[in-house]
């Protein structure tokens, strides 16, 4: 993983001061090629620079995050990570079935932000704790038959394995753990991100609908 | 008896000094204010609450209105007006039980009296030149009506009539009473070729009027929409402010006193930080809380008692008991000794509750411990996590070796 070049990291936050907090926290591990404070910004400068990975705030001026998402789908080869203090469901939630490939809080510590952004430019997901708890909630077991049972329910595994990711377990940590690798972890972690994002269970449903983003 | 008239007579004499309110009070307490009265009325309450008032017998008052009624009509003027400007007593607060008692033996007595006010309308109209037999119906009408809705008035109607369908109701009863009223007026005065222009003009009059009110009374409306609108907005903003000022404010203030003491610094931005979060993004706490709630306020506490970082993290909810209760007190206490002992921090909670099974792990990165180490008189992990969980019926499992951090995990079975 490390022995690729620096990634290439936009940050979109409406916060100067956060993004310079940012930059510090990161230092020399990713390259930033570009910064922007609301959405026509962020629009113009990840379609001008193509990066690798995009740090993107949730709540913008001009539509926040997911108007960004909305506005890039399938013309930039960028991935996305949501970055954000909110606790709100309907805004993790939307941001991931907006086309953000993980979600993180902006307590996180550099070094672990640096891995997000590495594990996110790899093609893999990035949940935090909360964002594992939310899935965990919103596929809960004891439920009505689905309509898509591949897309709209989680396998045991891919429930033990958030499990572990709410209860504060490293990818590697959860590897040990269940025996397994950790690019297994990755994959499992991976299916649950395109299940958020594609399934039409009622909870989903629900909050994207209260994002208007259905 | 003697008790009472000495705290009235020392009331009476502190507020004359005081001002003007209790000879007021001392005032009514003789004689009651000038009410219509709620309990052991017949119509509306006229009789027996002018009879309270003046101190007279109920009998007296009643037999007045109706020989003034009898000899010139105006007893039934007169009971009207104080019916429409005499406030009638507020309802006491056990009225649905002094209701069903003194009920029974009212209803014959009522229709009695309302029986009067026919006579003395009919006679009222006899000596007024009315003889003809076409308005009878409107005067039965018209009392019936009174009773269905002075029935209406009292019987249940809080409880299965909503306010507006009431207020729907008596528009309509109205209505058709006025209707009525001039329906029959005209039928009577005058013949059917001129009805029909009487009722064509009476018609055109309405419309002019509806045409030229409708516009303002709807202007009028929407200025009253509006207005409200614009006061719960300001409502809540009054709202948001007092917050902010109780809260923010106040600990920005804290903060800049405290600027030299990091770890006092910390603990009140974490504790304020909290604080916002759940006031912006959390629904109004039940009364009493939930399992999940209280796990977050638990974790709060230790947060701020001991000055580090819990993350919360619940799936699943289910109401209080005895166990889930024990369950959060033992995770605080194993929240409590990740944060005195693990050397790190930060501290991971993770609380389920699938079905009837309840589930807390509380987790720590920090330097772990050798559990056959623990001496058996250390109350922390012995007494209050694992005794306190296996008195509930529930189990507590702790896994940790030194350098590997920590993992306390709390099962318990809600049945």
């Given at each position: 993983m490390s022995e690729s070049p620096l990634r290439r990291v936009v940050l979109v936050d409406d916060h100067q001061m956060f993004r310079t907090g940012v930059k510090a926290e990161l230092g020399g591990s990713v390259e930033i090629v570009?910064?922007?404070?609301?959405?026509?910004?962020?629009?113009?400068?990840?379609?001008?620079t193509t990066p690798d990975v995009v740090l993107l705030d949730v709540h913008l001026p001009g539509g926040g995050g997911i108007e960004v998402l909305r506005r890039l789908t399938g013309s930039?080869?960028?991935?996305?990570?949501?970055?954000?203090?909110?606790?709100?469901?309907?805004?993790?939630?939307?941001?991931?079935?907006?086309?953000?490939?993980?979600?993180?809080?902006?307590?996180?510590?550099?070094?672990?932000?640096?891995?997000?952004?590495?594990?996110?430019?790899?093609?893999?997901?990035?949940?935090?704790?909360?964002?594992?708890?939310?899935?965990l909630d919103a596929f809960a077991a004891s439920d009505v038959p689905s309509v898509d049972p591949e897309l709209d329910q989680i396998t045991q595994r891919e429930r033990d394995v958030l499990r572990l990711i709410a209860r504060g377990y490293a990818y590697k940590e959860i590897a040990?753990?269940?025996?397994?690798?950790?690019?297994?972890?990755?994959?499992?972690?991976?299916?649950?991100?395109?299940?958020?994002?594609?399934?039409?269970?009622?909870?989903?449903s629900r909050w994207a609908a209260a994002r208007r983003l259905v | 008896m003697t008790i009472g008239d000495?705290?009235?007579?020392?009331?009476?004499?502190?507020?004359?000094?005081?001002?003007?309110?209790?000879?007021?009070?001392?005032?009514?307490?003789?004689?009651?204010?000038?009410?219509?009265?709620?309990?052991?009325?017949?119509?509306?309450?006229?009789?027996?609450?002018?009879?309270?008032?003046?101190?007279?017998?109920?009998?007296?008052?009643?037999?007045?209105?109706?020989?003034?009624?009898?000899?010139?009509?105006?007893?039934?003027?007169?009971?009207?007006?104080?019916?429409?400007?005499?406030?009638?007593?507020?309802?006491?607060?056990?009225?649905?039980?002094?209701g069903p008692a003194d009920k029974p033996g009212r209803d014959w007595r009522q229709l009695l009296a309302y029986t009067a006010v026919a006579g003395g309308l009919s006679m009222l109209t006899w000596g007024a030149g009315f003889t003809e037999v076409a308005l009878w119906p409107f005067v039965a009408g018209a009392i019936g009506g009174a009773i269905l809705w002075q029935q209406a008035d009292r019987d249940q109607r809080q409880r299965w009539v909503l306010p507006l369908r009431q207020r729907w109701w008596r528009t309509?009863?109205?209505?058709?009473?006025?209707?009525?009223?001039?329906?029959?007026?005209?039928?009577?005065?005058?013949?059917?070729?001129?009805?029909?222009?009487?009722?064509?003009?009476?018609?055109?009059?309405?419309?002019?009027?509806?045409?030229?009110?409708?516009?303002?009374?709807?202007?009028?409306?929407?200025?009253?929409?509006?207005?409200?609108y614009e006061r719960v907005r300001s409502q809540e903003r009054a709202e948001l402010a007092a917050h902010i000022h109780d809260s923010v404010l106040h600990t920005l203030t804290l903060i800049q006193r405290n600027a030299h003491d990091t770890a006092e610094v910390q603990r009140l931005a974490r504790s304020q930080e909290r604080t916002l979060r759940a006031w912006l993004y959390q629904p109004k706490p039940e009364e009493g809380g939930t399992f999940a709630?209280?796990?977050?306020d638990v974790a709060g506490e230790v947060e701020d008692e001991r000055g580090v970082q819990i993350e919360v993290v619940v799936v699943g909810d289910c109401p209080l008991d005895d166990k889930v209760g024990a369950i959060v007190q033992?995770?605080?206490?194993?929240?409590?000794?990740?944060?005195?002992?693990?050397?790190?921090?930060?501290?991971?909670?993770?609380?389920?509750?699938e079905g009837d099974e309840v589930t807390i792990f509380v987790r720590d990165r920090g330097k772990g411990f050798d559990l056959d180490a623990v001496p058996e008189d250390r109350m922390g992990v012995r007494g209050s996590i694992?005794?306190?969980?296996?008195?509930?019926?529930?189990?507590?499992?702790?896994?940790?070796?030194?350098?590997?951090?920590?993992?306390?995990?709390?099962?318990?079975?809600?049945?």
């Open positions: 570009g910064e922007a404070g609301d959405v026509d910004e962020a629009v113009a400068v990840i379609r001008a930039v080869p960028s991935r996305f990570l949501a970055l954000s203090v909110s606790d709100a469901a309907e805004d993790v939630i939307g941001v991931v079935r907006g086309g953000a490939r993980g979600y993180v809080t902006k307590t996180i510590s550099g070094p672990e932000l640096t891995a997000a952004i590495d594990r996110v430019a790899d093609g893999d997901a990035v949940f935090s704790p909360r964002l594992a708890g939310f899935v040990k753990e269940l025996f397994i690798s950790v690019k297994t972890v990755e994959t499992h972690v991976s299916s649950v991100l395109r299940k958020l994002q594609l399934s039409n269970r009622h909870e989903l | 000495v705290g009235e007579r020392d009331e009476s004499g502190s507020g004359a000094a005081l001002g003007t309110e209790p000879p007021e009070r001392a005032g009514r307490a003789e004689r009651p204010r000038l009410e219509r009265a709620r309990k052991g009325r017949l119509v509306a309450g006229v009789c027996r609450g002018l009879a309270d008032h003046l101190g007279i017998d109920v009998l007296l008052v009643r037999a007045a209105f109706v020989l003034l009624t009898v000899a010139s009509g105006i007893g039934v003027a007169a009971y009207g007006a104080f019916w429409v400007l005499v406030a009638s007593t507020p309802p006491p607060d056990a009225a649905p039980n002094a309509v009863l109205g209505l058709l009473l006025v209707v009525g009223g001039i329906g029959g007026f005209v039928v009577r005065n005058v013949d059917a070729a001129q009805a029909r222009s009487v009722v064509i003009a009476m018609l055109v009059i309405a419309t002019g009027v509806a045409v030229i009110v409708t516009p303002w009374v709807v202007r009028l409306w929407q200025d009253l929409e509006a207005e409200r709630s209280v796990v977050k033992a995770a605080r206490e194993a929240m409590v000794n990740a944060a005195k002992y693990s050397g790190t921090k930060e501290v991971s909670v993770f609380a389920e509750v694992i005794g306190r969980m296996e008195r509930n019926g529930g189990t507590a499992t702790v896994r940790t070796a030194p350098g590997e951090g920590t993992e306390v995990r709390l099962e318990i079975n809600r049945q």
